[in-house]
């Protein structure tokens, strides 16, 4: 890879779920070979880097996202030579790669877990996750109050060796998903080791899961506040899971390591803060860049999208970060559905059969308007593997099949996020959409019947898909450098229905009210759909780039 300075400042990452990008041995789940055989598909989107979610030995009791071992790669998805394979050509086509980092919480596999269990209460095993007696009579009681991500107490009780109920370990996510302890210095090195492991294969950079809980606060004290989506302070105090200062200390630590290594290796975290939270992340010698999950949070209101632009350009300018834009990831449901409801929708619930379903045509004509808006904005953006393809969320899943831990730990009240990890279609009249190969087994989630609408080699060929519109709208930012910046509103157009604004050579405005607006002069240089200019009005729920002069 070249070494430009500075790409993420205004790279264009990709991210990959690995289960369902593609499968390259058939046997219905999503691998490295097929992520691999695939890669063209994002160099020739015009992305500049993948985010790969995790891949690594896991039992999938929450999407891999608990790792039985941080060094390896789980045999569904291949070997640690494929891994190498896939970064060769990676790297070949111009795409860095990044790799998912998960050090809030192990598996309750791995094997220091396991050696902690087997070992008794107040040894140096248990010292690396949070072990705790229980409140109560005969310590039934959880230790405290904290309730788990995924519903339930974020807390549960193992039973000793000699057969008796014991000490509760601490879980903010599934009971599969012990919680590290990042006061002990085993920690530290434990992840100094996989970070320099991956480093030294040639990543160029890790996504950082949930990297605002891995301290916590001394005593681990009561938090009789609900905290869901974006973390917010109350009464000026954080949470004692969330955003303590000790998270600084190890992000300079991580930091200093990745810098030892050339090529610009990146830092990105994923945290739901606050922007001005989020800043503090993104301080120069912590990591380079943050998810931002006020926009993601967004309605499709042109105030509120406004507001959060600025707030989040100011939050990260006053630290000199650039600012990270996404509008869809693996944990909420897809931005071509979201915009299909009229109120608020709740981003990682999910919707079932007999829920009230999205407004397929409206969402996918908002969504690609908020893509060209997104992609306009100075900076990093992400993109969701599918959203280029218009794909919907998957509303009408069985209940049966659902994977997610919270269906069954919210005793079926909440259908979670499997919606948005369906595999993905990429030729409309082979079997499974030519996710796997043509004899392949089942694939893990079922497709929707209507999916070979949105298939890659369909999309291809019609110059009005959305596919097409990601490509040229990607072909533009990086051919005018429009993500460099600075922006400016134009004032005159925004308002309560229209955002309006130039960054670098473009103007770009979208039309979010319910009556057309007038296009300003210039060459229209992408539309958000091919009727998005009428007798020179930009029409509703479309939005344009103009290139000036
Ligand atoms: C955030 C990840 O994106 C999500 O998928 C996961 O369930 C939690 N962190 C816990 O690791």
């Given at each position: 890879m070249t070494d430009d300075r500075d790409w993420w400042r205004t790279a264009v990452i990709y991210q990959v779920y690995p289960r369902s990008?593609?499968?390259?041995?058939?046997?219905?789940?999503?691998?490295?070979?097929g992520i691999t055989a695939r890669l063209d598909h994002v160099a020739?989107?015009?992305?500049?880097a993948i985010w790969l979610s995790p891949f690594y030995p896991s039992p999938q009791a929450d999407g891999g996202y608990d790792v039985a071992d941080y060094r390896d790669v789980d045999p569904v998805y291949g070997t640690l030579a494929d891994a190498d394979a896939l970064l060769d050509r990676a790297h070949g086509l111009g795409l860095r790669v990044i790799v998912d980092l998960v050090p809030n919480h192990c598996s309750d596999q791995h094997a220091l877990f396991r050696r902690a269990l087997a070992a008794p209460p107040g040894s140096p095993e248990r010292a690396v996750f949070h072990f705790r007696d229980g409140r109560g009579p005969g310590g039934d009681e959880p230790p405290n109050d904290w309730e788990s991500m995924f519903q339930g107490p974020a807390w549960t009780r193992v039973t000793e060796a000699d057969g008796r109920p014991g000490q509760w370990y601490l879980h903010l996510f599934a009971p599969e998903q012990p919680d590290w302890n990042w006061d002990d210095p085993r920690v530290h090195e434990e992840f100094?080791?996989?970070?320099?492991?991956?480093?030294?294969?040639?990543?160029d950079g890790f996504r950082v899961d949930v990297c605002d809980a891995i301290v916590k606060a001394p005593g681990l004290p009561d938090w009789p506040h609900a905290a869901h989506g974006v973390v917010e302070p109350v009464d000026g105090v954080?949470?004692?899971?969330?955003?303590?200062e000790g998270i600084h200390d190890v992000f300079r630590e991580w930091r200093r390591i990745l810098d030892e290594y050339d090529g610009q290796r990146i830092l990105c975290a994923e945290a739901w803060l606050p922007p001005e939270r989020v800043a503090r992340i993104v301080r120069p010698d912590e990591m380079h860049q943050a998810f931002n999950f006020a926009y993601l949070s967004l309605p499709w209101d042109a105030d509120a999208i406004r507001a959060t632009i600025d707030v989040s350009l100011a939050a990260n300018g006053a630290v000199g970060a650039p600012t990270t834009w996404v509008l869809s990831n693996h944990d909420v449901m897809r931005h071509a559905s979201r915009f299909g409801y009229d109120g608020p929708v709740e981003l990682e619930a999910g919707v079932g059969v007999d829920d009230p379903q999205p407004d397929r045509a409206l969402g996918l004509r908002r969504a690609r308007a908020a893509t060209l808006v997104m992609l306009g904005l100075p900076g990093s953006a992400y993109l969701y593997q599918g959203e280029e393809l218009g794909l919907p969320e998957a509303t009408t899943l069985p209940d049966a099949v659902r994977q997610d831990p919270v269906w069954e730990r919210s005793g079926h009240r909440i259908r979670g996020r499997d919606g948005c990890r369906v595999p993905l279609p990429w030729a409309a009249d082979e079997p499974s959409f030519g996710f796997g190969t043509p004899d392949g087994t089942a694939t893990w989630l079922p497709q929707p019947d209507d999916s070979g609408a949105f298939a890659v080699d369909r999309e291809v060929a019609d110059p009005g898909s959305t596919l097409s519109t990601y490509r040229a709208v990607l072909r533009t930012r990086r051919d005018l450098d429009v993500a460099a910046g600075p922006l400016r509103w134009d004032g005159d157009r925004t308002g309560a229905d229209v955002l309006a604004f130039s960054s670098g050579a473009v103007t770009v405005v979208a039309n979010l009210g319910p009556a057309p607006v007038a296009v300003p002069d210039g060459t229209v240089l992408v539309a958000s759909v091919p009727d998005a200019v009428v007798d020179g009005m930009l029409q509703v729920d479309a939005a344009v780039w103009i290139g000036r002069g």
């Open positions: 990008f593609a499968d390259g041995n058939g046997d219905g789940t999503g691998d490295l070979a020739d989107l015009g992305a500049d100094r080791t996989t970070l320099r492991f991956w480093l030294d294969r040639g990543v954080m949470p004692p899971m969330w955003d303590q």
